[in-house]
């Protein structure tokens, strides 16, 4: 069983930064794709980021590419999401995700940590 626990989540203004950090327990952190998902009011979840064992493959969903950045430290068993220039429509609830593979839905995923991007 892996456990996810999110942090960093809070309230910026537009065009501000936040860094959210996951730290991950149970398991080899190593072996699993790591992710981050959001989801907004009245939203469903959609994938944000994600970061492969190595940390050298990463994807981006085409509304965060030049403005967040997924990296991650397989010694200290973290993954984080580096945010920049953040927009009202980036609010929503943050889960960081274990998985598989890249492309495939999360198997463990966090309880999740508040954005909220004031205009």
């Known amino acids: 069983q892996v456990r996810l626990v999110e942090s960093g989540g809070g309230l910026v203004q537009t065009g501000g930064s936040l860094r959210l950090s996951c730290a991950a327990s149970g398991g080899t952190f190593s072996y699993w794709v790591m992710g981050w998902f959001r989801q907004a009011p009245g939203k469903e979840r959609e994938r944000v980021a994600s970061?492969?064992?190595?940390?050298?493959?990463?994807y981006y969903a085409d509304f965060v590419k030049g403005r967040f950045i997924v990296s991650r430290d397989n010694a200290k068993n973290t993954v984080v999401l580096q945010m920049n220039s953040l927009k009202p429509e980036d609010t929503a609830v943050y889960y960081c995700t274990a998985g598989v593979t890249l492309g495939d839905m999360p198997s463990y995923w966090g309880q999740g940590t508040q954005v909220t991007v004031s205009s």
């Open positions: 970061v492969d064992r190595s940390g050298v493959n990463t």
